[in-house]
Nanobody
Framework: QVNLVESGGGSVQTGGSLTLSCVAS????????MGWFRQAPGKEREGVAS???????TYKVSVKGRFTISRDNAKNILYLLMNNLKPEDTAMYYC?????????????????????WGQGTQVTVSS
């Protein structure tokens, strides 16, 4: 059974930093496409970043240069380093996993492409 558990969320001021973690278990983590998504109240869930099994990354335009996705395949942990946070980054952040084809097929940002989800961790950025 696939299990994803996020942590690291919190409240910061504009310009601050946070690092989110997602611990994976129950499957061959190193083979999977992994993604970070976020959902603000009243808005749809949106893709923030993805990373494939080889470490190739893709980002939402508005976070590129501020966020860094990475993975530790030995520890089965996915990370999202978030710098220069802005109020518009406020949301519940989720990690997600699915087969490698999701990363390679250009649909990494579509939430419905992912079968496995964590419970989320809240990020709040105040101005």
């Amino acid at each position: 059974q696939v299990n994803l558990v996020e942590s690291g969320g919190g409240s910061v001021q504009t310009g601050g930093s946070l690092t989110l973690s997602c611990v994976a278990s129950g499957y061959t983590y190193s083979h999977y496409c992994m993604g970070w998504f976020r959902q603000a109240p009243g808005k749809e869930r949106e893709g923030v970043a993805s990373i494939d099994s080889d470490g190739t990354t893709t980002y939402k335009v508005s976070v590129k240069g501020r966020f860094t996705i990475s993975r530790d395949n030995a520890k089965n942990i996915l990370y999202l380093l978030m710098n220069n946070l802005k109020p518009e980054d406020t949301a519940m952040y989720y990690c997600a996993a699915d087969v490698p084809a999701v990363c390679y097929g250009g649909s990494w940002y579509r939430s419905y492409e992912y079968s496995y989800w964590g419970q989320g961790t809240q990020v709040t950025v105040s101005s």
